[in-house]
Structures are given as structure tokens and as C-alpha cells.
């Protein structure tokens, strides 16, 4: 039990909650904890520079939890777990990373099918969970730490080996894995300003700024409206230095509208193999 005592601590340490709007259904927020920001900061990264994406061949296996409701059923297409993952796979395929789904479980619990606390996160993971491998749990709805109602949240790594995503998010919206994935990658929202405040326009403070990658653009909006046909259209807004913000139209993490979700940058891909080796080698 010492273990999963452990386990829990260090998952509400680290936990931090990927937020998405319900309305757009493709959108995620975050909320960066102050710990997990500790972890992050300890670790120096060198990505910083690397143009070249770097490859670190890894297959990781999934297991995949869906919750029954009180009826028996899970309310999930589970036909299209193979679209998700081939999106997934294709995402990740420049660094070598791909994913396979070892087992699919049904909970037949449906005190589960609602996220609604770090309580109920708890209990959950003390019940079902499967060491070594990432553990992705499709549920009816999610009451992220904020208070918000969610369609995603991951951790990032120091925490647990969780992706949560709603059945709703998951049935026709599989661009949501690899978002969330990103996440427990490493990687924070291209509009971050928890880490250390707005990234400049200018990219000057981008190591310690934003989202601590210096070939996303500096980016002020989490609005999916403030785009059109993939491109920003939101209201001309400037940085510090009086520049104007151009922000990423096309950016996994960001909040583009989901069509427009096609990349990650090679500091990214960097980024998550970084964060991988410092913090997740405990998956194969
Ligand atoms: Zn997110």
C-alpha cells in the first residue's frame, strides 16, 4: 500500500488539469500546479536551438478504462479507438514514438463516470490502473480542479500515467488524443503565461516564457473564434515591446479550431523526448 500512497501524493502533486471548452469541443486549458512547475524547472532541457527533430524509437502501451454507467453501458463507439490511435500514431510517428492499446477494460463502476474531484481521481486510480503503461480513461464528464467542466485533462510527467477524455470528446473528436498526449509529453499550451508570464513576440524570453518553446509563436488567445480558415483573426493585440502578437493558426496544443490541428514544432517534438527520458522511462 506504500506504493499506492505514494502514488497518490505524487499524482496531486503534479496533477494538472487540460480543460476544454464544451461548446467548441476542441478546445483545452490547463492549470499549471506549482509543483509540478518545480519538476519542470529542475530539469534543464536542450532542446533550445535543435532545429533537427530527434528520434527515440519507444513503443508505449496503452490501457484503455471505460466507464459504465449505471444502466451497463459505456456510451462509446469503441470502433473509433482505432481511428484515435492511428491519428495518434501518425502525430507522433517523426520521433519514433508510437502507441499500441494492450487491453481495453470496462469499469463496471458507475461511481466513476463522473470526474468531479481529486476525491474521486483517488479513488479511481487506487482501484484501476495498470503500472507501465499509459492508463487513458474515457468517462462521462470532468470537473477539472478549477471548477470547470472539461472534455480533457492529462498529467504532466512527474505525475501519474493518466490521459482522462470524455466519451462526448472521443466520439468523432480523435484530435483530442494527441493534444492531451502532448501534454503528458511535457508540453504546455502555446498561450501559457503560468511557467513565467507572455511570451514576446519577438521570442526573446522564450526559454523561460510561454510555453518554454522558442519556435511556437508567442500566442495571446485561447479563443478557437479568434481564428478563421486557420488563420488569427482576432482582434490586433500586442506584447510589452508594442509588438503585434501573429499566433500559431496550426499548432496541436493551441486552440485553433480542431481542422487546423495538424503539427507539432521540432522543439516540441524535442521537448517530449526531453521530458520522456527525464521523467517517464518507466513506460515501454
Ligand atoms: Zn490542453
Known sequence: MRLKGNFQSAFFLFASVLISTLSYGQSCGTVVTPASLQAQQSFMPGYFGCEQINTLNREFQMTVHIVEDSLGNTGYDESQLEDALALLNEMFSPIGFS?????????????????????????????????????????????????????????????????????????????????????FFGLYHTFETEVGGPELVDGSNCETAGDLVCDTEASPTDDPDDFEDCNYIGNPATDSNGDFYVPPANNIMSYVPAECRCRFTPQQYNRMIEQYLQFRTNLW
Not at 504532466?156 to 492531451?180: A, C, R
Open 99 to 183: 502507441f499500441r492499446i494492450c487491453e481495453v477494460r470496462r469499469i463496471e463502476d458507475f461511481q466513476f463516470q463522473d470526474y468531479r474531484s481529486a476525491e474521486d481521481r483517488e479513488n479511481l486510480l487506487g482501484m484501476y490502473y495498470q503500472v507501465n503503461t499509459i492508463n487513458v480513461y474515457l468517462v462521462n464528464s470532468i470537473i477539472a480542479d478549477s471548477g470547470i467542466e472539461a472534455a480533457g485533462l492529462g498529467t504532466f510527467p512527474g505525475g501519474s500515467d493518466t490521459v482522462w477524455i470524455t466519451k462526448e470528446t472521443m466520439n468523432g473528436q480523435v484530435y483530442t488524443l494527441p493534444h492531451e498526449m502532448g501534454h
